[in-house]
């Protein structure tokens, strides 16, 4: 039935200045993406608050990559360039002391948390698919400090949790002072989730697409549109004191080949398979985790063990930045690249069962980064000619689309985080778009959807 020549579609919220359709009589709520705006109504109070949760989130990148770069400082002696080179200079006796420190600080730490601060909410993925998107500030707070010390002196554990935590809670506390609708606040948290993982890694078009894509699972325009404009804010502000040029720097604008595209179709299976083990063991170990007095002797412990993996491989600490920025530039022997990529998932799962809280974007995009190397160099014997760092490149977006579940966060992510890439789009995108497939296909968890806590059932 065709529909209604009338007006009524000028009708939505909200409303257009220009009340009277085009000559064709035809809607513009025809295209999908820019219908009305549904239960969070993008009214003049919202983006008041969007952007003072932008500017909340930038600020709080800050705050979070100071308190990283100061713990990095105290345990390595750490300043500039390359951490992975500190943690190597320093003594076996060092690094693994400043990591069974780390287990201490944590779990004491963590341990008072979660005993005084029970009912409070710090998840915040679980927060927006499955609550109202209110977030405790204070346990946000004191988590994302601990977390980022902690990893400061070598924990695996990726830096971006603490501020997406923050940016996040930012947006809940706004939301109550601006008396927003839950629809609204839902929307503003996953906003500022996604712009304080944009302005940590000066990634403005990845945080907004991983706030639509990822966290609130819609690219209609009134999503779309304040995921932008969180990200863009606080992206700009976050250059108060974070660096306004790439996160990995210097990597070469790689050429495409017929070997790199071949290449990215067979690794587009092996990563999407291994994609499959790595979000059933981060689930796994989430799960299993230590909780109550049992912190007090698994954090140090655990942390224990990496630091002495540390003693051959200090590439393991932290959140394997490093790691995959040798990688990209094509660094690295054929050895190196399968212990690594071999050992950085185990170590981060083992921090992870410990009870320690933080993110594993990195240490997947690292993951990937040097098992996208390694597999090139395999294939450099059958087919020459590729730079390995293409490799690594191509390797990276695939890992990291397939375990978050979002190729196009992904793919756009790497872009921005390295600068380049540009010309090898069509096998980076063929990779990912098999690795996501597959997952999706055999399981369908993601990293983030796999660390869910437990929902309590009431009883009937």
Known sequence: MP????????????????????AS??????????????????????????????????????LMMWVLSLAERVAFNYRSGSYEAAVAASSDARRVTSLVLAGVIGAVSWYLIRRYLKGEHAEID???WSGDGDLSPRRSLLTSLVSEVVIGMGASLGREAAPKLMGGASGSVLARWFNLTPAQKRLL???????????????????????????????ALPVVFPALATSLIATA??????????????????????????WSLVAGVVIGLLAIFYVRLIGWVSFHRAQGVHLFWAMPASFAV??????????????GKDMAHEAFLGAGSLGLLFALFALKP????????????????????ATGAVLGGFLGALWLHLWPGAPLGAFAVVGAAAMIGAVMQ????????????????FNIAVPMMAATVIATFLVRQVDGYSIYSARLPRREVEPT
């Open 3 to 22: 529909k209604s020549s009338g007006d009524s579609e000028r009708q939505r919220v909200p409303q257009p200045l220009i009340k009277r359709r085009i």
């Open 25 to 62: 009589g035809r809607g513009a709520m025809e295209q999908p993406n820019v219908t009305h705006d549904g239960d969070a109504r993008l009214t003049p109070k919202f983006w008041m608050a969007v952007v003072v949760t932008g500017v909340a989130a930038g600020l709080f990148g800050d």
């Open 126 to 128: 679980d927060a927006i």
């Open 189 to 219: 948290v996953a906003c500022g989730g996604g712009a304080g993982l944009a302005a940590v890694y000066n990634v403005p078009f990845g945080g907004a697409l991983f706030t639509a894509e990822v966290l609130f699972g819609s690219f």
């Open 237 to 262: 502000v976050a250059w108060i004191y974070l660096p306004s040029g790439a996160t990995y720097a210097d990597i070469p604008n790689y050429r495409f080949s017929a070997s790199l595209m071949v």
């Open 306 to 319: 990496v630091g002495v993996i540390g003693f051959q491989y200090p590439e393991l600490f932290g959140n």
């Open 346 to 365: 185990l170590v981060t799962a083992l921090t992870i069962g410990s009870g320690a809280a933080g993110g594993v974007f990195t240490p997947f995009l």
């Open 406 to 421: 979002a190729p196009l966060a992904g793919l756009v992510l790497v872009l921005e985080l390295t600068h380049g890439g």
